[in-house]
């Protein structure tokens, strides 16, 4: 162990000495426009202090674009049992875990022996980012390393544990980020793991009670680094903080080069994740914890990370049925997120040889086909800060448009189709109430307490959710947001 981890420090700090600056490509063209020009008129230089680094502006594209695809995919899709915790639940005397691989494998099975199985013999990224486009998405985030330390690139910091020299011998994170590039107008992100939990860098420095750093300054800082300049993602998702502090990792001094220098610097969004106190506090928007989904307004921009698999974020063969998140539960998911002012951020997990399995896939074509009818209640809406969760029909949840028009999401459909929703607007005779998809304006009356919405019967299908807009109508109680 000593010898390998004086290996891997003298190879590092020879890294670290070849890295020094860095020569920066221009901006993609193509992602100008996700910018507020006036916001940055004059140049800001954001300092490695999180007074500094929180006053940098969300780039707008983030707040408007609303969902995302989660994409957990790595050498865990392998044995795909349990969860993608797979390798530290297994040597951490997981007892389903110890079972499974003692029925199902030789003695002394490595898990390094698993990476020669993923494949990825099916992975195509065209037909991948048509699916993602057809899922009504706006962004992609793809795990570039888990917490395994196996990396979706040839990174030179990974010590060829990667998809490019062991594996499907591909570089699965150029593929997808090109083919995305190529033909969608979806943006392109990628989830970075922090820690890795058997690297002997690492484990030196926990050891160590985190007063060394060599795992962070010669691996960490210069592979997120490699990482965001070669491929230019617009969402650097972080993760694997919480054993150490951002003072170890280095998380102020390496946002403060991600703002200010680095090829996306302007459009480039993060998380919350970067050391033991900063979730829920610092970051460009909030994760708290994994499915955090609060239920009511929140000051700062979040998201709501989850899966479709309640279970797992990576793929499970003994899935069952009754796990996966249905139609009807994933749109209240994405609803009750948006209303109250966050990013829904849904994950799947694809197979070792990468194929979205069809329940994946006819979800996400759901949600899909749900936005083509629903999604001006969705995208780039805001919402309504007087109320967010009706106050009589507790299952309607509101939104508002950029043209002022409200928003009422119905999530379920009410017995007599008359809907009662409470009169916080004011009416006139303009004020036209219409369902989306619909084909004419709703009859309704006023009353001091509620408005009372007649509903047609034809629409009591069984879709996941209905979309009321109501146009000319001005809020009672508070200015319109």
């Not at 993602?132 to 990974?158: C, D, Q, R």
């Not at 090109?178 to 050891?207: I, M, Q």
């Not at 034809?458 to 807009?469: D, F, G, I, M």
């Amino acid at each position: 162990m000593v010898a390998k981890l004086v290996c891997f420090c003298i190879f590092g700090l020879l890294v670290r000495k070849s890295f020094g600056s860095d020569n920066h490509p221009q901006v993609d063209s193509r992602y100008e426009d996700d910018l507020d020009v006036s916001r940055y008129s004059v140049e800001k230089k954001y300092e490695p202090n999180w007074e500094s680094l929180d006053s940098r502006p969300l780039p707008t594209w983030f707040d408007e674009d609303k969902i995302g695809i989660f994409i957990h995919w790595g050498v865990f899709s392998v044995p795909s049992f349990g969860s993608e915790w797979f390798w530290h639940s297994w040597k951490n005397d997981g007892k389903d875990y110890i079972e499974y691989m003692e029925k199902h494998y030789k003695p002394n099975f490595s898990y390094q022996e698993f990476a020669p199985e993923f494949t990825a013999e099916f992975f195509n990224a065209t037909k991948w980012s048509k699916i993602f486009e057809a899922s009504g998405a706006k962004y992609i985030v793809l795990t570039s390393k888990h917490h395994e330390g196996y990396t979706l690139w040839p990174s030179k910091y990974s010590y060829s544990w990667n998809s490019v020299d062991v594996g499907p011998h591909r570089d699965l994170i150029g593929e997808l980020s090109t083919a995305l590039r190529k033909n969608t107008d979806l943006k392109f992100g990628v989830y970075h793991s922090l820690y890795e939990w058997f690297n002997p860098l690492y484990v030196n420095d926990k050891e160590n009670n985190f007063t060394t750093d060599f795992f962070v300054i010669n691996k960490i800082i210069p592979e997120m680094k490699e990482l965001i300049n070669k491929y230019q993602p617009q969402v650097l998702w972080s993760d694997g903080d919480w054993e150490a502090s951002e003072n170890y990792w280095k998380s102020k001094e390496f946002l403060a080069w991600l703002y200010n220098e680095s090829p996306v610097k302007d459009t480039i969004v993060t998380n919350d994740r970067w050391g033991t106190d900063v979730p829920c506090k610092h970051g460009d928007f909030f994760n708290c914890k994994d499915r955090y989904n609060p239920g009511v307004l929140q000051t700062h921009k979040w998201e709501n990370a989850m899966t479709i698999d309640k279970e797992s974020w990576g793929f499970r063969r003994n899935a069952q049925l009754e796990d996966y998140f249905t139609l009807k539960e994933l749109v209240k998911e994405l609803v009750v997120t948006v209303s109250t002012g966050g990013n829904l951020l849904m994950n799947v997990g694809p197979t070792r040889d990468g194929i979205i399995s069809p329940i994946f896939e006819e979800r996400l074509l759901g949600i899909g086909k749900w936005l083509k009818t629903n999604g001006e209640a969705i995208y780039k809406s805001k919402p309504w800060k007087l109320l967010q969760n009706d106050t009589i029909t507790k299952d309607v949840w509101y939104t508002h448009g950029q043209d002022d028009s409200l928003y009422a999401i119905l999530l379920s459909w009410p017995n007599d189709n008359i809907l009662l929703l409470s009169n916080l607007v004011n009416t006139t005779d303009t004020t036209k109430i219409d369902l989306l998809g619909g084909s004419h304006s709703l009859k309704w009356k006023a009353t001091p307490e509620h408005i009372q919405i007649t509903l047609p019967s034809t629409y009591a299908n069984e879709e996941p959710a209905w979309v009321l807009r109501i146009q000319n109508h001005q809020s009672t109680k508070l200015n319109n947001p």
